[in-house]
């Protein structure tokens, strides 16, 4: 589906637009981070939407609208306007969002067990049934097969992993749908690969084996 | 270049709520909008009468807004910008007084934010539509919805002069517009269920009895053409 790990323009429109989750945005705003390519196509994107936005039917506005728009610009106080710093996490790389959403680093996390060479943590759940996790696996793992009962987008942080002839590395991002069965990803000898993933249903796994680490995985 | 500005307008006392039902999408353009806001106070009128002949762009507009609080300049922006955005806040299914709500919160946004708006990197209604987009999934998801720095990739940057008259900026839209009428039918359709209800691919293929895959690639071809538009402008 993204054989180059750039996440599809139709995706990308409908970050612009508003349209993804919030989960999903996450995601593809880390994954963005990456790629200047992505940056721009977002901007394109959005541009479209500013132009939409020019060529609406104005609405008719209440009396008064002006003057309540500068009521709430005097209440504004003389507030500075706050900048949310980020916490810079140099080694390894972590995308602004998530570094917003975790404030510390990858190994000052509680990771759960998941199964041999496998650990997850869930970071949050979501109305909606999505749930965003970090993966972590150890270099060289073979994770079970398994199937996908709904979207998911996985974002390579750190190491690599393959799927097929597909070689997932660092800001690259996988979008797998129900209609990737048999998927297993092998992960790249070497250092520990982490990912970010949403997941919006609980995966399936195959075989004995598989259907033993479900209980552990989770997902 | 800086408008004398009244250093002190007074908001009424008692802001009315009477005529709510008068509220309406209106197809009588932005002028009856502009009434809705002269009318209100002398001192606004009298922003506009004094800039009557002024025209200088959006994004000159915004510079006065950071440099000077300019109240008059934030006036003319919110005159044009704010029953716009209003309108596109309730296509995507806000009533109309939390409609104006945000639309307002937009504005005084851009108010709080001027700034850092930095017109060399975006066109104000890009910027606007971003705030208004997030302010919309803030709101109705109470989530806030992840925000990539797209005008950090620094390519392709059009020169702020080039940008700079109401003129370009209003063949910009013109042509964006035009672009998206030269659209197959079918691929304007999903460029408009996503911007302007904001569907995902699946509500769009549940919405259209079209398979996902279909969805997907039309909403490709239809970004194809209007990037290659928004690219040969630029």
Redesign the interface.
Known sequence: MTKTGLLPDEWLVSYASGALTEAQALVVACHAEYHDELKERIADAEAVGGALLEGVVPARLSVGALDNAFKAIEALDEEAPSEDRVPAFTAPRMPTPLASLLGKGFDELKWGFMGPGMKKLMLKTYENGERLWLLRAKGGTEMPFHDHRGLEFTLVLTGGYKVGDTHYTPGMMEVAGPEDTHHQPIIDEGEDCICLAVTDAPIKLHSFVGRMFQPFIGL | MMAKTPQN?E??KV??RG??A?????????D??LD??K???SE?RDIFSARKDKADSHEDLVRRIADNKD?SA??EL??HY???????L??LGLN?EK??DL???T??TL???AA?FDPAK?????????V???R??DHT?K??????????????MVAPEQTDAPAVQRQ??ER??AA?AGLKPAQKQV??L???Q????S?ISAELALPLGT???R??IA??A??KE??DMA
Do not use: C
Request: proline share 2%; aromatic share 12%; no cysteine.
């Open positions: 307008i908001a009424p802001a009315s005529n709510l008068a509220r309406r999408l209106t197809g009588e353009g932005a009856a909008s809705a806001v009318s209100q106070s606004v109240r934030f006036a919110f005159a704010a029953p716009r955005l209003k309108s596109y309730m296509g109309d409609a104006e639309a307002q919160e504005m005084v108010w709080r934010k850092q975006a066109r104000l209604s890009t910027w606007l539509f971003r208004a987009r997030n919309f999934i998801r989530q806030k919805y992840a925000e990539v720095d797209a005008d950090d990739h620094m390519s392709q910009y839209a964006v517009k998206l460029i408009e996503s911007f302007y904001e569907m995902s691919h509500e969805v997907k690639s909403i490709r970004f194809e209007l990037r928004l690219r």
